[in-house]
């Protein structure tokens, strides 16, 4: 059967008419709206690549269904904030500052849920962080470098 789905992603209004309903809303980002920021690591939840926020809360996109998501704010990679003159979110910033990444494959996920940590207000020590980031992996094993970016944001 099929669906239509209207997503708020970074602010832009699209709906997606005639969608599969088992389409996944990482592929409704990747496949049909081209935003690619998003990525597929393992399509099962467990590495956290595909994190995007739902009205503001974390998810793995990869086990959303799109067509649960119909009406929410979507915020991805593409749609942080960016500084007039870098081009750059702060978090995005400080991964460069702190060398937070080596192939990068995992950065669009790993920032996304960071600014999920951010906001929920768990950057009280690094080991805080570590926990609340553990959803997130990086088989470079960046991730002293990434605590380390995050405690900058969050001081
Ligand atoms: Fe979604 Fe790995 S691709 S958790």
Request: net charge negative; with cysteine.
């Amino acid at each position: 059967p099929t669906v239509s789905v209207t997503l708020h992603v970074n602010g832009e209004e699209y709906t997606l008419a005639g969608l599969d309903n088992r389409t996944t809303l990482l592929d409704a980002l990747r496949e049909h709206l081209k935003q690619t920021g998003s990525k597929k690591g393992c399509g099962l939840g467990m590495c956290g690549a595909c994190t995007v926020l739902a009205d503001g809360r974390r998810i793995n996109s990869c086990l959303a269904l799109a067509a649960l998501y119909d009406q929410k704010e979507i915020t991805t990679i593409e749609g942080l904030s960016q500084d007039s003159e870098t081009g750059l979110h702060p978090l995005q910033q400080a991964f460069v500052d702190h060398d937070g990444f080596q192939c990068g494959y995992c950065t669009p996920g790993q920032i996304m849920s960071a600014l999920g940590v951010l906001q929920e207000g768990h950057t009280g020590s690094a080991d805080e962080i570590r926990e609340f980031m553990s959803g997130n992996l990086c088989r470079c094993g960046a991730y002293s470098n990434i605590v380390a970016a995050i405690s900058q944001v969050a001081q």
